[in-house]
């Protein structure tokens, strides 16, 4: 969620903003506190922005948070991602 109060009162006061679960937790499907539509990387407009971009829904979202001033660590075990998530330029 974008929480754009909590942003502005943190950067007011320079307290730096890390985002946890950036790309959704998979764990939430699992748990059945969120439905796999439910996840940003569906979302139909990230979905286009990455299509005409020639980027994966992830790396848009990924890119989204960094260029509103969040830090974002991004969790996966597959190196192919590891290496999309460094490439959002």
């Known amino acids: 969620l974008p929480q754009q109060r909590l942003l502005r009162y943190c950067r007011a006061r320079g307290i ?11 764990s939430y499907v699992a748990d059945g506190g969120a439905t796999a539509a439910e996840s940003c990387l569906r979302d139909p407009v990230v ?3 990455a299509r005409r971009h020639d980027r994966t829904p ?10 509103r001033g969040t830090a974002v660590i991004p969790k996966s075990t597959k190196p192919e991602r590891l290496g999309g998530n460094l490439r959002l330029h």
């Open 58 to 67: 992830a790396q848009v979202v990924l890119r989204w948070a960094v260029q």
């Open 47 to 49: 979905v286009d922005i």
């Open 16 to 26: 730096a903003v890390t985002a946890f679960s950036a790309l959704g937790a998979g």
